[in-house]
């Protein structure tokens, strides 16, 4: 069965420091991949996407991911982090040929203090 | 404003009672969803329709029921048949699945408490 690993449960970071999320997935076939945000108390919205091309992604408020297929890997980056990044991420996966449902991993919560 | 709209917000029920949670889209998609989430468990797809009057079991199916007779709305009914049904309620839609892109959009969930 396909799955979805994030290796943090919950990351503390001061701002201006440097983040980096680990997201792996087990399917070796095509892939669509998503990082999603969930700030405190709003909706899950998408921070960026993968489905062919370039494996270096770029999202929205400065945030990127790398696509590493030998690694089975989706690990989400920023350079320097701000407080309103705290929220929780959550990585997905949408297997190639799948009914179109997405794979969600358990999430990383990220607490960033001013 | 194009969206999806899910309500209540936050609902509680008594033991033995079945609850419906509401979900409306007009975006257009074709597709439609229901997640729950628990802490520190992810999103996990209870129900899932890709065309109206049809749809599929996800992952977590048993104690649920839904519907789909109209595109723009898929209401989950979460039984007393459910073990443990606390929890957050998330619906979404997303794009015709001939694409296949996956790319989801969710409402702002309902938060069910069983009391």
């Known amino acids: 069965a396909q799955s979805v690993s994030q290796h943090n449960h919950h990351v503390i970071l001061s701002e201006a420091a440097s983040l980096e999320l680990g997201c792996n997935y087990s399917?070796?076939?095509?892939?669509?991949l998503f990082w999603y945000v969930q700030y405190p108390g709003q909706h899950l919205q998408l921070l960026l996407k993968?489905?062919?091309?370039?494996?270096l992604v770029k999202g929205i408020k400065g945030f990127e991911a790398e696509f590493i297929k030998s690694k089975f890997s989706f690990n989400l980056r920023k350079p320097s982090v701000q407080w309103s990044d705290t929220a929780e991420y959550f990585c997905a996966v949408n297997a190639g040929g799948s009914q179109g449902n997405l794979i969600f991993g358990k999430g990383t919560k990220l607490s960033v203090k001013p | 404003d194009g969206g999806i709209t899910q309500s209540p917000k936050y609902l509680f029920r008594k033991e033995g009672q079945n609850v419906t949670l509401s979900c409306e889209q007009n975006?257009?998609?074709?597709?439609m969803y229901w997640y729950r989430q628990d802490p520190g468990q992810g999103l996990r797809l209870i129900y899932y329709s890709q065309i109206v009057n049809d749809f599929q079991k996800g992952d977590i199916a048993e104690g649920y029921s839904v519907s789909r007779e109209k595109k723009e709305s898929f209401p989950l009914t979460v039984t007393s048949a459910q073990k443990n049904p606390t929890a957050f309620y998330l619906c979404?839609?997303?794009?015709?699945?001939?694409?296949?892109?996956?790319?989801?959009?969710f409402g702002e969930g309902s938060r069910l408490t069983v009391l």
């Open positions: 975006l257009n998609h074709d597709a």
């Open positions: 399917y070796g076939g095509t892939v669509n």
């Open positions: 993968y489905f062919s091309g370039d494996p």
């Open positions: 979404a839609s997303s794009i015709l699945l001939g694409s296949n892109t996956g790319e989801l959009f």
